[in-house]
Nanobody, 120 residues
Framework: QVQLVESGGGLVQTGGSLSLSCVASGRTSSIYAVSWFRQAPGKERDSVGAVNWRYGSPNYADSVKGRFTLVRDNAKNTVYLHMNNLKPEDTAVYYC?????????????WGQGTQVTVSS
């Protein structure tokens, strides 16, 4: 199986930047897609950006398009989420998740989550 460890969350002021990382270990050859999700208090958990593990361009939610960038480093089995021009509405717990060939469908392995708080 695959395990995911996230890091990089914290407190930042409006307009600031943060970078999150998600390191995969275990049977990483089984991964075929990765996505970053976030969940704000009282809201549903929604995808922020997603991409094929090995090729292609990421897709982004409209709310973060132009501000967030999803970057793959396959040699390190790591995915980053670079967040710029942060807004208070970006405050949420952020999760990375991967879809593997060992799962039936969808994103079957999840990181532990990391808190991002944007002060207004």
């Amino acid at each position: 199986q695959v395990q995911l460890v996230e890091s990089g969350g914290g407190l930042v002021q409006t307009g600031g930047s943060l970078s999150l990382s998600c390191v995969a270990s275990g049977r990483t050859s089984s991964i075929y897609a990765v996505s970053w999700f976030r969940q704000a208090p009282g809201k549903e958990r929604d995808s922020v950006g997603a991409v094929n593990w090995r090729y292609g361009s990421p897709n982004y939610a409209d709310s973060v398009k132009g501000r967030f960038t999803l970057v793959r480093d396959n040699a390190k089995n790591t995915v980053y989420l670079h967040m710029n021009n942060l807004k208070p509405e970006d405050t949420a717990v952020y999760y990375c998740a991967v879809a593997t060939t060992e799962g039936g469908s969808g994103y079957n392995v999840w990181g532990q989550g990391t808190q991002v708080t944007v002060s207004s």
